[in-house]
């Protein structure tokens, strides 16, 4: 019998999104609902979401933009300390100032066309920043959410030593 491996790498993810803006006339108008979204996942804390303010949507809660934004920076976070463990890198801190350029269309819809990350990191040695440089880029190849787009995730990263 012949072995396939078409789905060994498959992993599958699963969520529930409700929405709970329904004002007491559900979308009888563009200015009658709230965008209130609430996301779960099993065994996971609820997430409270909506659309970006510019859409109608309620600041204080994460938007869909906020969220790509976040699984591309934490994608690469993860990534590159793996990539830096294979590489004997000793990580000692890693703050990511990501940014991203969405564009409208003007037909009512847009798309994303850049994110740029700005990891700063901090490795235990001064010997161990040209690897932890080098990292960067394996960390890239390996980021299953940037492999996903459809536009550039750059990345500026600034690495130093622990000075202690």
Not at 36 to 45: A, F, H, N, Q
Not at 63 to 91: F, I, K, R
Not at 119 to 132: F, G, K, N, T
């Amino acid at each position: 019998m012949a072995h396939t491996t078409a789905a060994l790498g498959d992993h599958r993810y699963a969520l529930t999104a409700t929405w709970t803006g329904n004002t007491g006339t559900g979308t009888s108008g563009y200015r009658e609902y709230r965008r209130d979204v609430t996301l779960e996942v099993e065994g996971k804390p609820e997430l409270l979401a909506s659309a970006d303010k510019p859409f109608r949507g309620d600041p204080s809660r994460w938007n869909p933009e906020d969220m790509l934004l976040a699984s591309l920076s934490q994608c690469h976070l993860l990534s590159y300390l793996h990539a830096c463990v294979t590489a004997g890198v000793v990580v000692l801190s890693y703050r990511d100032a990501a940014t991203g350029l969405m564009r409208e269309n003007g037909a009512g819809g847009g798309a994303f066309v850049e994110v740029m990350l700005r990891p700063q990191v901090v490795v235990a040695e001064a010997s161990m920043i040209e690897a932890a440089e080098r990292a960067h880029a394996q960390a890239n190849e390996w980021c299953f959410i940037a492999n996903s787009m459809n536009f550039p995730v750059r990345h500026e990263a600034t690495v130093t030593a622990h000075a202690g």
